[in-house]
């Protein structure tokens, strides 16, 4: 499990459950189906964000489309951030508004800002999806979530840069994840996620529902709901363009 | 002899004796002169950035009173999330009131340009511009005009205009947090450029109407302030408007001009430490006229002893050696406060200009600060310049009151 994908993108089909059976697996094996799991050649998603904070709930519904590894789109259709487009082009982040004319590149400290005022920010978004290449795993302990059984993976990064130095990841045998936190350089709590449901679809599993709480703001809180979900459709290239973002 | 005739004899014979030592007169004169010139210019200068500052805060700031949440000083850069709600209704209730002029509703924010792969940071202002006191018009660059309200099109500061290197008629692309934390960008056609004589808004600036300002921080019917001009009391307008605006929330306030800044308290304790300052000013230069006074007692010995032999009581002698610091002091604080008030006036027409210094201080202070000569400045000036002088001759004088008159006349003090 991947937390860009866990959270607003969804879309890319992350925690399809791998037929991989049940025997013990190590760190490493756990880590490759995690990478596995969470990538499709395709997908198309519906479904919606629930910022829950000191104002109150705000609910933004969007659509979002992927290919690979690298290429996503995501268009708000409601809400506050209506008429928004965000597209990822392996780590280029470009964000589109209705009231303005061009694309805009996130960069530098922009990429720490929130999409769509929830706990997800654009560098989650942003960066190589394998999380092989970047972190070394190494098992911590084992837990029930949920009722099922997880392996918790301790996963510190290879090279400083990285946006999360330390990541803890519980992992159902079948190379799923279940819940993710992500902490600082000096292992200090930044952003939790949770699997709340999950959805068949194309014969594979996939995160329908997922809670997102980033621990430096306080009271607030992120619900990401799919409604709908198709893996491995046809998308057509074109999809992921500076082009696509003009209005 | 009558007293008022010993009296004017006193005061005949201390110009008299003044005269018989022009150079050390003149010296004593000029360093009270030098210390009242200081003095004054000090008063007026200090005065001239406490105007400017009341005017400033009125005009960029506050206006007379302001309205906003109690929570916004506290919240910093997250200013979005301290508003002034439903200003729709509350602006028409507050304009009805007496001693009401005007309410202009103001949205401030930041936002940023992403430009050749760094991201250039801005302040964020959406205003009315017509009854907002900062008056915009006023400080645009020639060609420019002014944002229709609800449009994409904004005024940029001169330091905005520099950095990005970008003028009126371009376009402009910025990225602004909203109220809730999301984001959301705006393409700007920019109508001018504006250098409001303020160091702060050198830095970058981005204005615009404030409907235009609320679409895109999506305040909805939200405020970050309201500016309240008023012809009356302040602080009675205030008091007025608190029922109202804590009817729409308890968090909100309607604070008088002078209750907002931190600064401008600190101005009347700026302005103790200087009159301290002024102080010691008039005692170093009176230091001199001790020194004076000292060697006039003892060069004078023997006519003191003279004076007292032939029936002058002590108090006059001392009343004499009074009287001629007191002319002294005075002749050089009436020269030093009068050049002061000429040299203020000058300057209060001149200006002098801090733009390099104040460039990026928000201290609500102007790049060119004039001089305010207040009526009262040369008459405290002078008063205190005489005054310490007159208080540090009676050190040296004080060595009469044990007069001998025979040691007196062997020339011994």
Redesign the interface.
């Known amino acids: 499990m991947r937390l860009r994908m866990l959270s607003l993108l969804v879309l890319i089909g992350s925690f399809a459950v791998s037929p991989l059976g049940a025997q013990a697996a190590s760190a490493e094996e756990l880590l490759a189906r995690l990478d596995h799991n969470e990538t499709s050649a395709s997908a198309h998603s519906v479904g919606s964000i629930t910022?829950e904070?000191?104002?109150g709930t705000?609910v933004s519904a969007f659509e979002s489309w992927s290919q690979g590894a690298d290429r996503s789109l995501v268009v708000f259709t409601a809400g506050?951030?209506k008429g928004?487009k965000i597209l990822r082009l392996k780590d280029t982040i470009y964000?589109?508004?209705p009231?303005?004319?061009?694309p805009?590149?996130?960069?530098?400290?922009?990429l720490k800002?929130?999409?769509?005022?929830s706990d997800f920010s654009y560098e989650d978004m942003a960066g190589d999806r394998s999380l092989a290449s970047r972190y070394s795993p190494r098992v911590i302990g084992q837990e029930s979530l949920g009722g099922e059984a997880c392996t918790i993976l301790e996963l510190r990064a290879k090279k400083p840069g990285v946006a999360y130095p330390l990541l803890k990841i519980w992992v159902t045998s079948g190379g799923d994840g279940r819940k993710v936190e992500k902490y600082s350089q000096n292992e200090r709590l930044l952003k939790t996620q949770e699997v709340l449901a999950v959805i068949k679809t194309a014969g594979r599993t996939v995160a329908s529902k997922l809670a997102l709480s980033d621990a430096l703001k306080g009271k607030s809180k992120t619900l990401f709901e799919l409604t709908k979900i198709e893996l491995d459709i046809a998308v057509p290239p074109s999809k992921f363009s500076l082009e696509e973002l003009t209005f | 002899m009558k007293k008022s005739r010993v009296q004017k004899q006193i005061w005949t014979m201390a110009v008299r004796n003044i005269t018989r030592r022009p150079r050390r007169s003149v010296l004593s004169a000029l360093a009270i002169g030098v210390a009242a010139l200081t003095v004054t210019l000090l008063f007026s200068l200090i005065d001239g950035v406490k105007f400017d500052m009341a005017t400033n805060l009125q005009r960029y700031t506050t206006a007379q009173v302001l309205v906003e949440d109690r929570g916004l000083v506290r919240a910093g850069a997250q200013a979005l999330?301290y508003t002034v709600p439903e200003v729709s209704t509350l602006i028409p209730r507050l304009a009805a009131r007496p001693g009401v002029v005007a309410v202009s509703p103001r949205i401030t924010s930041g936002g940023?340009v992403?430009q050749d792969?760094?991201?250039v940071f801005f302040g964020l202002m959406g205003q009315d511009f017509a009854t907002d006191p900062m008056q915009l018009k006023e400080f645009l660059a020639p060609g420019g005009r002014l944002p229709v309200a609800g449009e994409?099109e904004a005024l940029i500061s001169s330091g905005l205009a520099q950095k990005l290197g970008i003028q009126a008629g371009q376009?402009l692309?910025v990225?602004t947090?909203?109220?809730?934390?999301?984001?959301?960008?705006?393409?700007f056609t920019l109508t001018g450029v504006v250098q409001p004589n303020l160091g702060v808004f050198q830095t970058p600036w981005l204005f615009t109407s404030f409907e235009t300002a609320g679409?895109?921080t999506?305040l909805g019917d939200a405020a970050t302030g309201l500016l309240i001009t008023a012809d009356g009391d302040p602080a009675a307008v205030a008091a007025d408007l608190t029922p109202l605006v804590t009817a729409v929330s308890p968090e909100l306030t309607a604070r008088p001009w002078f209750q907002t800044s931190t600064t401008w308290g600190l101005m009347d304790l700026a302005g103790i430490i200087y009159g301290f300052i002024a102080l010691i000013f008039c005692a170093l230069a009176s230091t001199v006229v001790i020194n004076t006074m000292l060697m006039v007692v003892l060069e004078r010995s023997r006519e003191i002893g003279m004076l007292a032999a032939l029936g002058m009581d002590q108090r006059d002698i001392r009343n004499l050696f009074l009287a001629e610091s007191a002319v002294l002091s005075g002749l050089g604080a009436l020269t030093g406060v009068v050049l002061g008030c000429v040299v203020a006036a000058v300057l209060s027409v001149t200006g002098l200009d801090y733009t390099e210094a104040m460039k990026g201080v928000n201290m609500g202070v102007s790049n060119i600060i004039r001089p305010q000569l207040l009526v009262q400045t040369p008459i405290i000036t002078f008063v205190l310049a005489t005054g310490v002088a007159l208080v540090f001759t009676l050190v040296p004088v004080g060595r009469l009151r044990k007069l001998a008159i025979v040691d007196a006349l062997r020339g011994e003090l």
């Open positions: 910022v904070d000191r104002f705000k506050e951030e928004q964000v589109s508004y009231e303005a004319d061009k805009v590149k996130i960069q530098g400290a922009a800002d929130s999409v769509a005022g | 999330a940023s992403f792969g760094d991201a994409r376009t692309t990225v947090q909203t109220r809730r934390g999301s984001s959301n960008g705006m393409t679409r895109l999506k």
